[in-house]
């Protein structure tokens, strides 16, 4: 991956993150969740999307590099 789709990566993952933990914090999930289970599902699931976001930043990075003009 090139420079571009390194950060459009890492911008778009963060992104995510923010927003999914602030949408499970809202919903009252992460106060109740336990260190076993709970904490092992999130985070599970929050590598799911990086991989499927960094497919997403692989297979187009003509479109990529056109948000850097």
């Known amino acids: 991956m090139n420079r571009n789709q390194t950060i459009?990566?890492?911008s778009?993952?963060?992104g995510f993150c923010v927003t999914a933990t602030?949408?499970?914090?809202?919903?009252?999930t992460i106060s109740s969740i336990e260190a076993s289970g709970g904490a092992?599902?999130?985070v599970?699931?929050?590598?799911?999307?990086a991989y499927l976001i960094r497919i997403y930043v692989r297979k187009n990075p003509e479109e990529i590099d056109s948000w850097f003009r």
């Open 12 to 14: 778009m993952f963060a």
């Open 8 to 10: 459009a990566f890492w």
């Open 40 to 42: 092992a599902i999130i």
């Open 22 to 28: 602030l949408f499970l914090h809202e919903r009252g």
């Open 44 to 49: 599970a699931s929050y590598l799911v999307v």
